[in-house]
Nanobody, 124 residues
Framework: QVQLVESGGGLVQAGGSLRLSCAASGRTFGSYAMGWFRQALGKEREFVAAINWSGSSTHYSYSVKGRFTISRDNAKKMAYLEMNSLKSEDTAVYYC?????????????????WGQGTQVTVSS
């Protein structure tokens, strides 16, 4: 079993920055692709960013590319989402997810483990 715990959410003004963290359990974290997803009130869950096991490959949704950066530290069993130039449209609950099979993906149903989510609210 793998457990993921997000932290770092909160209230931030538009144009500001916020860093989300995801702490993972498990012995094989370094083999997992990791992803970040978000769900705004009244909307469907959407893909935000993904990173492969080594951090050498990343992918972002069009809405966040150039503003958000996904990273990981396998020694610490941590994944991160650095969010810059935040907009009110970024307000959502953010979830980290782990994929135990090889390859990064934007498809949520291909991820095997999910965190509980952390709220990000961007004021305008």
């Amino acid at each position: 079993q793998v457990q993921l715990v997000e932290s770092g959410g909160g209230l931030v003004q538009a144009g500001g920055s916020l860093r989300l963290s995801c702490a993972a359990s498990g012995r094989t974290f370094g083999s997992y692709a990791m992803g970040w997803f978000r769900q705004a009130l009244g909307k469907e869950r959407e893909f935000v960013a993904a990173i492969n096991w080594s951090g050498s490959s990343t992918h972002y949704s069009y809405s966040v590319k150039g503003r958000f950066t996904i990273s990981r530290d396998n020694a610490k069993k941590m994944a991160y989402l650095e969010m810059n130039s935040l907009k009110s449209e970024d307000t959502a609950v953010y979830y980290c997810a782990a994929k135990t099979t090889w390859g990064i993906t934007a498809l949520g149903n291909e991820y095997d483990y999910w965190g509980q989510g952390t709220q990000v609210t961007v004021s305008s």
